[in-house]
């Protein structure tokens, strides 16, 4: 059934060289852990993006039930956890999964570090990379507060001081970010905007660079 | 089996259809991966369709008027029912309009309009009929649709104890 409908579509838009394109590709023998079971190392890029697919996935039906505002947002967050089927489930997965993904992107960074696949010509790769860091890192910074329980009020407020200890213009990174003198209502709005549709679309549009550039360049070569 | 025998077999040429490597890969790895995306799928898809699934809590009754101040003509009453409505919980305002019927019953009728829910009004507009503003649908005094609306208008359950009128659950009209 699915042949014949992959099929009758095929025949009118000819998508087959457009996966082909993308699935068909050679994987060399040094990256293959059949071979070499020490190639393990190259499945951390893989597997952070397989995380940031959970965080994508469980952070958008998470969004049915939370409301990022100051009286009501830890109640939501409360009763997603505990009164709806799963939701500790769901809620742990984006729990866990952030933390992951952080581990998981600082093991592919030392994997490419050792190998040298930072190298030209694939300086610009690791320069996105980074950028893909640093946005992981803003991910989770903002998602921290969310819950608005004390330790993310106070993970934040820690947060907004290391940012205005910056000479001269902390002062006002540290009103911008808050949006506002406090952590307070304004913050959590401003927060849960960046969370789930500023980072997120810089996220995707760095993504599709760094596979872009990987495919492009190939995986680097042997040791 | 024999060592005869053994050879024979090796010799002979294959007629069960057997399945290819390519398609026993195929189906290995496409089988778990079918469930490892299921396993990450499934609990956010119950998750999302929990608020089909719960339990519906019936109300209980709530006392409104005194049953001698109830009189042919009906009246807009106010009372208070508790919702839960998620991690929200109110008091919200219900309203009833709450008249005796020729038979002498006390009977509580719901103001939404069962066109498309907006809030209807006794009188007014049309003497002796419910007017809904939105449509224009009308209604009698016992709920029977007269325009616009499918079906008549929905009906309080009406208990009478003590010389009060208590309000349950709503129902389908039951005078029309």
Known sequence: MFKSMYNWI????????????????????????????????????????????IQILSGMFLTMYYVPDITNAYYSVDYLQHQVAFGVIVRGMHHWGASLVIVMMFLHTL?????????APREMNWVVGMLIFFVMLGLGFTGYLLPWDNKAYFATKVGMEIAGSVPWIGGYIKELLAGGTIVGAQTLTRFF??????????????????????????????? | MSHNEQQESAHKPVKRKEMSRRQFLSYTLGGAT?????????????FAVDPILVKKEEGGFVKVIEESKVTAEPQQVGFKVHQVDGWYESDPKMEAYIAKGEDGK???????????????????????????????????????NLKVAPKPLDEYEVKIENGWVYLGPLQANTRV
């Open chain 2, 34 to 46: 079918a469930f490892m995306a299921g396993g990450v799928v499934l609990p956010m898809l119950r």
């Open chain 1, 193 to 223: 905007a960046i969370h789930v549709f500023f980072l997120p679309g810089v996220l995707l549009t760095l993504l599709a660079a760094h596979f872009f550039m990987i495919r492009k360049q190939g995986i680097s070569g042997p040791l």
């Open chain 2, 106 to 144: 006390v009977f509580a009728l719901s103001p939404v309009c069962k066109h498309l829910g907006c809030t209807i009004g006794w009188g007014g507009e049309s003497p002796n009929e419910y007017h809904c503003p939105c449509h224009g649908a009308r209604y009698t005094k016992d709920g029977k």
């Open chain 1, 111 to 119: 994997r490419v570090f050792f190998t040298g696949s930072y190298k």
């Open chain 1, 10 to 53: 095929d025949e009118r838009l000819d998508v087959t060289p457009m996966w082909r394109d993308i699935a068909d590709h050679e994987v060399p023998e040094h990256v293959n852990p059949a071979h070499h079971f020490s190639a393990f190392v190259y499945c951390f890029g893989g597997l952070t993006f397989f995380i940031t697919v």
